[in-house]
């Protein structure tokens, strides 16, 4: 190829990158566009858009956790944080309860949310009958304490077994599956 003709057929070349916005899908999520479960551009009409008129329930203000999260999610984000994390092998035990305890706290979580049905009115004007309910609500309550205080003190125990760099790492990572837990 002749060197006066490189210049223009790379202009050429990278300017057409740039015109299907379609091609950096394959580079990942990041903000909430592209990648692997993200919502890049995919149909016509939405190129170049960049607010929908009418948000949908998959568009949430940045930095905005899911009120829920699945335990298939969950279980992603804790993996791939201790692979980011590149524990020792006392760190990884340490690691291992501090996982098992957030996942049981979700399953009782989900089995809750599963279980719960409204409290009829008529249920309630029964004599004796607003025991029960309450007495179900303070043992969901002192369960869901246990729960907490149990994953406070493996997180405990964890966060002093990590190194300083570990520790960013886990203050920002660990917020973003916790608090969805928390807030159940």
Same mark, same amino acid.
């Given at each position: ?90 760190? $990884? ?7 098992? &305890?957030?996942? *049981? /706290? =979700?399953?009782?979580? #989900?089995?809750? %949310? ?20 309450? $007495? ?7 369960? &869901?304490?246990? *729960? /907490? =205080?149990?994953?406070? #003190?493996?997180? %405990? ?28």
């Amino acid at each position: 190829m002749k060197p006066y003709l490189i210049v223009p057929v790379a202009c050429v070349a990278l300017s057409s990158l740039l015109l299907v916005p379609d091609v950096y899908a394959q580079f990942g999520g990041g903000m909430g566009g592209g990648g692997m479960g993200g919502r890049g551009a995919s149909h016509q009409g939405d190129r170049g858009k960049g607010c929908s008129e009418k948000p949908d329930a998959s568009q949430r203000p940045m930095g905005q956790q899911p009120e829920t999260m699945g335990r298939e999610q969950l279980e992603y984000r804790l993996n791939t944080l201790q692979v980011d994390l590149h524990l020792t092998p006392e760190q $990884a035990a340490l690691w291992q309860t501090f996982s098992d &305890r957030v996942l *049981a /706290l =979700e399953g009782d979580l #989900a089995r809750q %949310r599963n279980r719960s049905t409204p409290i009829a009115a008529s249920t309630l004007n029964a004599p004796g009958s607003p025991i029960k309910p309450i $007495a179900t609500a303070v043992d969901q309550a002192r369960n &869901r304490l246990t *729960a /907490l =205080e149990d994953i406070e #003190a493996a997180s %405990r125990a964890l966060y002093q077994a990590l190194q300083a760099d570990q520790k960013t790492m886990a203050d920002v990572r660990m917020a973003e599956f916790l608090t969805p837990l928390l807030r159940a």
